[in-house]
């Protein structure tokens, strides 16, 4: 016969499943403490030189101000340069054309930007 403390914890552990198994149902989702638009949340990568990321790539030319902020080393002031240039000069054909921009994004930080931006 089971003993009442081994009783217990199977109990806790079948509550705490019961509870993983409706949140991930719920469709709700928490990205390492961030508030991300809809467009940037998908599922984790599946290739190994990018499972560490929790983002689909974003196409900086069909997103808002709000998504390129998102992005690391992109605040507002980079965000609203890049907006600019596609208003400008049409939708970027190339990652690399942010440096064609006004105030030019560093080619290190392009280079970190990398995986997690696309151009479609």
């Not at 806790?12 to 638009?37: E, I």
């Not at 998908?42 to 929790?54: D, M, N, V, W």
């Not at 980079?78 to 240039?85: F, G, I, T, V, W």
């Amino acid at each position: 016969m089971p003993t009442p403390i081994s009783l217990i914890l199977f109990w806790a552990f079948v509550a705490a499943l019961c509870t993983l198994t409706a949140w991930l149902l719920s469709g709700r989702s928490y990205h390492n403490g961030w508030n991300l638009p809809s467009e940037a949340v998908s599922e984790a990568p599946k290739s190994p030189e990018t499972a560490h990321l929790f983002l689909r790539p974003i196409d900086i030319n069909h997103v808002s101000m709000e998504g390129l902020k998102v992005l690391p080393g992109i605040g507002r002031t980079r965000a609203e340069k890049m907006l600019q240039y596609r208003e400008n000069r049409g939708p970027f054909l190339h990652k690399d054309e942010l440096l064609n921009l006004d105030n030019p994004i560093p080619p290190g930080l392009i280079n970190n930007l990398w995986p997690y931006i696309t151009v479609k």
